[in-house]
């Protein structure tokens, strides 16, 4: 079956660091993205991963571990506007589409 | 780059009627398209892909009589919801595949059914 875990909700203080983990469970890999979606807008894309490693753009950085089925996001100097859900999605490698597993989303609070 | 709109931004219909959303990607062409619906506080659910020039593929349980998709261009896909009802009232998301690595999403149309 095809499963991807994130946590629902979690809290950080403003100016703070936040690690935002998701595991997978998918019968074949293909890369792993995150996205950020604000209430009420579409998902905006933040990163790809699809060898092992820390992806780093910016305030934002991506880690991937495929013996692991595991990744997370990390944002550091968060700001209110970091206030968002953050989809973990999984490419599909038996759809020639590049159809996308996506994860429930965590919903990020920042507080001030 | 890689911008991906969608008309009407929010549109609210009566019960039994049609409505059509169109996505349409600006600055690239895009072989396949996908749409989603999303309700409140939920991920993302996959509705249909679309190819250019050939059927939609529906994910299990999405009526295809009832959610009609159109890819005639690689520029334009359209969602037609038909006979809306007010379980159909929802966020309508369109993405567009770049390449083989992303997906661009469209801003979304909100859809109400009174």
């Known amino acids: 079956g095809q499963n991807i875990d994130q946590p629902t909700e979690m809290t950080a203080t403003e100016g703070a660091i936040v690690q935002i983990n998701c595991t997978y469970q998918t019968s074949g890999f293909n890369g792993l993205f995150w996205y950020q979606q604000h209430a009420g807008e579409a998902p905006t894309f933040l990163s790809y991963?699809?060898l092992d490693g820390l992806e780093e753009k910016g305030r934002f950085s991506s880690f991937l571990s495929r013996s692991k089925g595991y990744s997370y996001l990390l944002l550091k100097e968060l700001q209110m506007k970091d206030s968002a859900s953050y989809l973990c999605a999984v490419r599909d490698p038996r759809d020639s589409n590049y159809q996308l597993i996506w994860g429930a989303g965590t919903k990020l609070i920042i507080k001030p | 780059g890689a911008v991906v709109s969608q008309h009407p931004s929010w549109v609210i219909c009566k019960s039994g009627t049609s409505v059509k959303i169109e996505c349409r990607s600006l600055d690239f062409q895009a072989t396949t398209m996908f749409w989603y619906r999303q309700f409140p506080k939920q991920s993302l659910m996959l509705m249909a892909t679309s190819n250019e020039g050939s059927k939609a593929t529906y994910e299990q349980g999405v009526e295809k009589d009832k959610f009609l998709i159109n890819h005639a261009s690689l520029t334009l896909s359209t969602l037609t919801v038909t006979s809306a009802h007010p379980e159909d009232s929802s966020f309508y998301i369109c993405s567009a595949r770049v390449h083989r690595y992303e997906q661009y999403f469209g801003p979304g149309t909100r859809l109400t059914v009174t």
């Open positions: 991963n699809v």
